[in-house]
């Protein structure tokens, strides 16, 4: 099995399936395309892997698909014993609509907060956020303290850490790095706590260490 994958300091999309490969345990050949490349070497290098041009890109035998939520739900599959999505069908629901929230929403939070894992972090409180950002924000926290609440945490679809963590650790990161106080969005410490748990991961740790 191999994944292709963009600078981990930079590249959310990659990062979610990587997580998720360590989750599972499964062996896996990592190839890594630095981004941001001038005279569109890194969209050369990553034609010659994906089709679409973009990361991450997985190869297991004869599958080769792209897209970071078509390639979690594939190993959710691939690896059932990992519990990649909770086993109750309503938390597995829930789970699914967090995981395609992110996937396809935020959009001002990715344009104004881009994920920068070897960035300083800011000092908490002291990025001026936009009013688009803010409302993106105080959203997330309103998702994370809604679904920890209904299934009881320590993670969004229960006991089990899943796609649903990969999809918001990145989000996290985001959070640490533009010192992104959760409190000032309604959140009374299950957020935060849930943010923190997700950075304390082993397997976001070993991400952060190849960077």
């Given at each position: ?39 569109n070497v890194s969209a050369d290098r990553i034609l ?13 035998g004869e599958v080769a698909i792209g897209d970071s ?50 960035a300083t972090p800011a000092a908490p409180g002291s ?85």
């Amino acid at each position: 099995m191999e994944l292709v994958i963009g600078t981990k300091a930079w590249s959310t999309w990659s990062m979610r399936p990587w997580l998720v490969l360590r989750k599972a345990g499964a062996a896996f050949d990592e190839t890594l395309i630095p981004l941001r490349q001038e005279n569109n070497v890194s969209a050369d290098r990553i034609l010659a892997h994906s089709p679409s041009g973009l990361v991450p890109f997985l190869r297991d035998g004869e599958v080769a698909i792209g897209d970071s939520l078509a390639i979690c739900e594939y190993l959710a599959e691939r690896f059932p014993k990992a519990g990649l999505w909770p086993h109750d069908p309503v938390a597995r629901a829930y789970a699914r609509a967090a995981a395609a929230e992110m996937h396809s929403g935020f959009a001002a939070l990715r344009a104004e907060c881009p994920m920068d894992l070897a960035a300083t972090p800011a000092a908490p409180g002291s990025v001026a956020l936009s009013e688009a950002t803010a409302k993106n924000v105080a959203r997330i926290v309103g998702l994370w303290r809604t679904l920890l609440d209904r299934f009881g945490g320590p993670w969004l679809g229960g006991a089990e850490w899943g796609i649903a963590e990969a999809f918001y650790t990145p989000v996290a990161t985001r959070f640490r790095t533009y010192g992104v106080r959760l409190a000032d969005f309604g959140d009374e410490g299950a957020a935060a706590a849930y943010a923190a748990r997700l950075l304390a991961r082993p397997e976001f740790l070993a991400w952060e260490a190849g960077i």
